[in-house]
């Protein structure tokens, strides 16, 4: 996520909003956020249901699997990273600014 | 007598190495539990959710449609890198 943070100014300017999420509750977000320095919403998938949507929930960990989706503004996923990949949004902050709409 | 034996001998070994091939009758190997295999992918639509975030604010995917692209990152847990 402090990739993320590092890359936030990017991502804003190619109109990209980004959202993490984790099986944590809101306290430990809050409380993580605080201390990471992240400002934008860190969303608390308590109980999985949405990792299990998305087919990424680990039971080994009972946790998520590291994964970011990239979705467009119709709502369909135009690009995905997982594991080590998705550590380091350099393709993802790349793609959005490529795409970036025209003004 | 002995030839015949020796023959019914024969068959039989040459069944049981026939059977022994046949991956039906041979113990199955545990499956290894591995990562778990994303179910939504490049060109899928994102399905929909309502979650809170750390101020306890509900926030939608929806919320963006039609207005912004977004980056949907899960995370391991809080309180570890990446």
Redesign the interface.
Known sequence: ????QQNLQK?EA???????????S?F??????E?IGVTF?????WGG???H?????????K??????????????????Q??SE??D?TK?VNY?EV?KPKK | MRRKLIGILGMLLLASATLARLPVLRAQEPQK?G???????????????T???????P?S??D????????????????T??
């Open positions: 996520m402090q990739n993320f991502l190619a109109d990209t909003q980004v959202l993490g999420v984790s099986l944590d809101t430990s977000n809050a409380a993580w956020a201390k919403p860190l969303l608390s998938d249901d949405v990792t949507k998305y087919g990424i929930y680990n039971s080994k960990y946790a998520a699997r590291r994964v970011t989706y990239l979705i467009d503004k119709e709502g369909k996923v135009v690009e995905m997982v594991d998705a550590i949004p993802l959005c795409h | 539990e990562p778990p295999e994303p179910t939504i992918k490049v060109g899928d639509e994102a399905p929909d959710f979650l809170l975030d750390q101020n306890r604010k926030v995917l929806h963006y449609r039609g207005k912004k692209t977004v980056a949907l990152a899960f995370y391991v847990f809080a309180f890198g990446g």
